[in-house]
């Protein structure tokens, strides 16, 4: 098998997905550019000057852009070849990074390499962690249907995401979990989402009602269930105990174990956060590592929904059509903290209201489509896990992202794909989805 | 490869459209269903600034400005800038010490952040403003700002012109609908207050956008929504800026009140009371000190005594009763009666300062001789009317009269807070006497020589005069004769102003017998000293009893007789005689507007009773003992420089407070001073330090 698809790049490369790309990214550095504006300071040249954050991203992206194309003149086998190794280089890394690391706001997650310019293990990882998790669901041997398989296909997804807890960047380590959705898809129990899903709803649960009515709810439910279900249960006596299993678990989830989660193992502002995005009041004086702080010298700073608030404000504000390109005001005023970063998308929901955001997300719900249209039609296992990893990444990126600023999911610091200002996250994505269409291209070869 | 669980592409789709149309669903909800976030937007970052235009100017009649704009400066500071500023320097320009620096920072920074500009020292001096302006560039993060002030060219009608102020609640309330926020400068009395709506123009909205420190980036929408401001326009007044200079300087250390009206149009051309104040004490820096001395001095040199003190009205009420009489054809101008010395009809003799036979033969030589027994006589004709059921009916008769004469009711002078002053009712005698109709004119018969319960403001007695210079009409007296760019709704308000009021249906010849006997009073009566030459002055003067010490010196009068320009009513308060103070200074004072000079003869005049000092012995303690408690207190602290003492620092610092501005104010020195036995009169060198002295 000779490289003959080397002759030409453009040669079976998705052309759709490199315009989406191509058009998220511009539309990325112009709403870093609404942010940073200033009328007064502003001129045509500043774009290259280098010392504004829409012409460093311009310079990132004109970087990634060269790496793309470096991307797509390789071998496809490379990626095959060299993901444990990969792999392998990035959790180093990762542990390099506990030596090296650099304090950012308060996560020691990033490794300074001179010139202003720091790398972040964690973003990185996310590459060598798809390519190796592909790796080993596409190995001939791997039989997923086994619990065994199973268990290290998700220690392989999750040592990284531990690592960055312990960096406490616990919003990146958040975003391993995405790995779950790829799992699935190559055969992991669909019980096991559903298990998931339904901790979740039970852990909202608690936080929203109060814990002696859903102990009581939970109870009506169990003897409900024991009661629709008494001919089974009379003949299979096992049902009973998982039922009344079931039960006691939850009611001792609802009761102990989430309570103990809120108050001694988040932090304050974590817990305060949560509640936040359920639209409940959390009493830091309740949170164990709150009370240390108040015992010691410094007073705990009281920390508020703020962030939130300024978000939806700035979101809300934006109306049908928007306030118009560099007319927000919220923005100009600088309200929304964050704004070039994590909180992005309020920059385009001000500027461009309710229909520029709907065009937004279609273009990324094409993206997301696009890409599992594409693993599907991959002849080569490897090909598809890897292209659900980018699926899976994206969309957990973009949900994440997208609700924490529209105030339904508590605030973690995760940036919006492609968009964001951040050199780290650019050349992630770009990396991630140029090595899909790299593999994509050669789908016609069989890979494993 | 075999392509399993292929269904779960599906599931997995789903889920991600599923979740996307969530998100819509929220957007949707943020965007369009809820209109909460526009406004919160707004009050975010719309900074509303209000532009405040110049303030009208009021002119004299000669269309002299009385009081301009002028621009201070106060120096302000963003406090999180000023790193790297020379604090030395700029503390001893402004004379502070660096405690007082870092106070005002942190005043600063509460008052309004770090980001905001406050004012440092706000209204600084013209002295002070050079030596800052020359050492701005050692000053990172302070600057300086225009602030327009009035100023008073002439120093002089304070209390006519009033002052501007910040507002505060209580005007808030009041003028809810005007648009006024805190912080906001309004006229707080004189005609400052009256013609605010005027003079304050029309304030401008300027809408920008701020950041989330409160920074201004630039204006919104570029000035779209914007609104210009107009400036507030002129008044053009009646006043003569150097007669009422002249009246101010007259009335110098003394207590009393002169107005002057113009009877032709009602234009009051001075309107002087004293003490008062150098209406320039207050708009500069020291404002808030000198405000708070001119509240606490006792003798109150902001309160207008010409609108507001009450004054029994003596025998200038005479030609007053005589117009009552003959209006009501009791009388005519021929009428005599037989005084003696005194008015005996009533039992309790009324003494008349004339004994001579024939000094009230007629209403001429009544009014010129000033004889109580004939006036006494003319009141009791008006009260026991025959065409009148009772006394009380024929009182009421009168009553009315006066009322129609301006006694007793608001003229409706254009400055705000006017007294009425008091012609009484009917039921206060009914209390007096124990019941209804258990009194007689007898009882109140000295009303008839302005005694008794009757008062009146300087401003009723010379408007009196005015419709007897008239003739029995007269213009509401008023200070602006007109209004730069005159509104409909000027009109309207202006319109009182320019009605005639008649109030008596006298013949012009039975007035001419009253003009006569009152250009006697100056001619060879009790008012000699009043005359000018060349000109008929028509006068009467007023000695009033007062239960508050010496009588009141009153002195009304018009001039010339035959083409009457100026009428005029001065009152010196305890001063004796009305012909021994009031009446030289009504008389220079017409002499000076009629002439517009006063003859080089009289100028040493002018001096002399300027120089007079006829403050009542009262205040003049009070000056005293404010004085020396200053001086002990000087002194103690003199002699704390000189010797060390063992002393707690923070207690001797205690005693730097102003005693003036708070006299009252306990402290162990008070004790010290009161011990010190004061003499009544107070020492000739502590003239220099009583405030009421205008420089």
């Known amino acids: 098998m000779s490289n003959s698809s080397n002759n030409s ?14 058009i998220l990214v511009c539309i990325g550095i112009l709403c870093i550019f609404m942010v940073e504006y200033d009328p007064d300071k502003f001129t045509a040249g500043s774009f290259f000057t280098f010392n504004t954050n829409y012409s460093k991203q311009l310079l990132f992206a004109a970087v990634s852009a060269l790496i793309a194309i470096f991307i797509l003149l390789s071998d496809s086998k490379l990626y095959t070849a060299f993901a444990n190794l990969f792999y392998v280089f990035g959790i180093l890394l990762m542990f390099a990074t506990f030596a090296l690391g650099k304090d950012i706001n308060g996560s020691k997650s990033w490794i300074p390499l001179g010139g202003g310019f720091n790398l972040q293990p964690a973003e990185l990882c996310k590459i060598f962690t798809a390519l190796a998790l592909s790796k080993y669901l596409s190995r001939l041997d791997t039989d997923f249907t086994k619990l065994k398989s199973q268990v290290i296909a998700a220690a392989i997804a999750m040592s990284p995401a531990v690592l960055s807890v312990l960096q406490h960047e616990t919003g990146l380590a958040l975003a391993y979990l995405s790995f779950f959705i790829v799992m699935y898809r190559e055969g992991l129990p669909g019980v096991i989402l559903v298990i998931g899903f339904s901790f979740g709803a039970l852990v909202i649960a608690t936080l929203i009602i109060a814990p002696n009515t859903l102990a009581i709810a939970l109870t009506v439910i169990a003897a409900a269930t024991i009661y629709f279900l008494r001919r089974q249960v009379k003949r299979n006596r096992q049902l009973l105990i998982v039922i009344l299993g079931a039960w006691v678990l939850c009611v001792g989830i609802q009761r102990f174990a989430v309570p103990y989660i809120f108050n001694n193992v988040f932090e304050c502002y974590q817990s305060q956060r949560i509640y936040n995005a359920v639209g409940i009041e959390y009493d830091c004086s309740q949170n164990s590592s709150s009370k240390n702080l108040e015992a010691g010298a410094k007073a705990a700073k009281v920390p508020d929904d703020y962030n939130v608030r300024q978000s939806k404000i700035a979101i809300g504000s934006g109306g049908i059509l928007g306030k118009g390109f560099l007319k927000g005001t919220q923005t100009r005023g600088k309200y929304v903290p964050e704004q070039r970063t994590d909180f992005i998308f309020t920059s385009l929901g001000e500027a461009f209201g309710f229909v520029g955001c ?15 249209l594409i693993a599907e039609r991959q002849r080569s296992a490897f090909s598809r896990v890897y292209a659900y990893c980018i699926a899976s990444i994206l969309f957990f990126h973009i949900v994440v992202n997208v609700c924490m600023t529209i105030g339904l999911f508590p605030i973690i610091g995760i940036p919006l794909p492609l968009i964001s200002y951040g050199g780290s996250s650019l050349l992630t994505f770009t990396v991630l989805i140029f090595i899909l269409l790299r593999l994509d291209a050669d789908r016609q070869m069989v890979l494993r | 490869m075999p392509v399993y669980n292929q269904n779960r592409s599906r599931i997995i789709q789903l889920i991600f459209i599923a979740v996307f149309i969530v998100i819509t669903a929220q957007l949707l909800n943020l965007q369009l269903f809820s209109s909460e976030y526009k406004i919160q937007a707004e009050n975010n970052a719309i900074y509303r600034k209000v532009v405040y235009p110049d303030r009208g100017i009021i002119y004299d009649r000669k269309h002299r400005a009385i009081l301009e704009n002028t621009v201070m400066y106060d120096l302000m500071v963003t406090p999180n800038e000023t790193k790297g500023t020379d604090t030395i320097t700029i503390c001893t320009i402004l004379d502070i010490d660096i405690a007082e620096y870092r106070k005002r920072m942190v005043t600063a920074i509460i008052k309004n952040t770090s980001y905001k500009p406050s004012a440092f020292a706000p209204l600084v001096s013209r002295e002070i403003f050079a030596r800052l302006n020359e050492n701005m560039y050692k000053f990172p993060g302070f600057f300086l700002t225009e602030r327009p002030v009035r100023t008073y060219p002439y120093s002089a009608a304070a209390n006519v012109l009033g002052y501007v102020g910040e507002v505060d609640t209580t005007y808030l309330r009041k003028h809810k609908i005007d648009g006024y926020q805190m912080g906001d400068y309004a006229g707080i009395t004189g005609l400052e207050a009256s013609y605010e709506k005027i003079l304050m123009g029309q304030r401008g909205v300027k809408r920008s956008i701020r950041d989330n420190k409160n920074r201004i980036q630039g204006s919104y929408e570029n000035g779209a929504f914007d609104t210009a401001a107009l400036a507030g326009r002129n ?14 300087k007259l009335l110098g250390s003394k207590i009393g009140s002169a107005v002057a009206i113009n009877p032709k149009t009602g234009g009051i051309l ?11 004490m207050l708009t500069g820096s020291e404002r808030r000190k000198n405000y708070g001395r001119l509240v606490l001095d006792t003798a109150r040199p902001l309160f207008n005594r010409a609108i507001k003190g009450q004054y029994p009205p003596g025998s200038t009420f005479k030609p007053l009763g005589a117009l009552v009489a ?8 021929a009428y005599g009666y037989p005084c003696g010395g005194a008015y005996l009809s009533c039992g309790r003799p009324v003494k008349c300062t004339h004994a001579g036979h024939g000094h009230a033969a007629t209403l001429r030589l009544a009014l010129a001789n000033s004889c109580n027994s004939y006036f006494s006589q003319v009141f009791r004709m008006a009260i026991d009317n025959p065409a009148y059921p009772n006394a009380q009916a024929g009182y009421l008769k009168w009553k009315e009269y006066m009322n129609a004469f301006g006694l007793g009711v608001r003229l409706d002078v254009d400055l705000p807070s006017e007294d009425k002053a008091s012609i009484p009712d009917t039921a206060k005698y009914n209390r007096d006497f124990g019941g209804y109709a258990r009194w007689n004119s007898c009882n109140i018969l000295t009303l008839g020589i302005g005694q008794d319960r009757m008062t009146a403001t300087p401003l009723q007695l010379a408007n009196a005069m005015c419709f007897i210079a008239n003739k029995g009409t007269y213009y509401t007296p008023h200070f602006v004769d007109s209004i730069e760019n005159e509104t409909i709704e000027d009109t309207v308000f202006m319109n009182k102003y320019r009605r005639n009021h008649k109030v008596t249906n006298i013949s012009d010849e039975d007035f001419e017998a009253v003009h006569m006997g009152m250009q006697d009073v100056t001619e060879i009566g009790t008012a000699i000293n009043a005359k000018i030459n060349g000109i008929n002055i028509c006068a009467k003067t007023g000695t009033a009893q007062n239960p508050h010490g010496k009588n009141h010196s009153i002195f009304v009068a018009f001039a010339p007789r035959e083409n009457p320009q100026i009428a005029i009513a001065v009152v010196v308060e305890n001063a004796g005689y009305g012909s021994t103070w009031a009446a030289p200074i009504a008389s220079l004072m017409m002499e000076k507007y009629l002439n517009d000079t006063i003859s080089a003869k009289r100028l040493p005049e002018v001096e002399r009773i300027s120089k007079a000092d006829l403050i009542p012995a009262a205040i003049k303690h009070w000056y005293y003992a404010k ?23 923070t207690d001797t610092k205690k005693i730097t407070f102003d005693p003036e501005a708070e006299p009252n104010r306990n402290d162990d020195n008070k004790g010290d001073s009161n011990k010190i036995k004061a003499p009544l009169i107070k020492p000739d060198e502590k003239q220099l330090k009583n405030p009421i002295k205008k420089q």
Do not use: C, H
Request: glycine share 2%; no cysteine.
């Open chain 2, 270 to 280: 001075a309107m002087a009371t004293s003490p008062t104040y150098d209406p320039n």
């Open chain 1, 358 to 372: 709907f065009i937004f997300l279609v273009l990324y719900l094409l993206l997301l489509l696009r890409i599992i």
């Open chain 2, 235 to 248: 008044l053009y007044s009646s006043m003569d800026i150097e007669l009422q200079q002249l009246a101010e």
């Open chain 2, 627 to 649: 004085d020396s408690l200053r001086l002990a207190k000087l002194a103690k602290q003199l002699d704390a420089d000189k010797a060390p003492t063992f002393e707690n620092t």
């Open chain 2, 326 to 333: 003959l209006d009501e054809g009791l009388i005519t101008p």
């Open chain 1, 9 to 22: 790049i453009s040669k079976g490369v998705d052309w759709l997905v490199i315009w989406l790309y191509a």
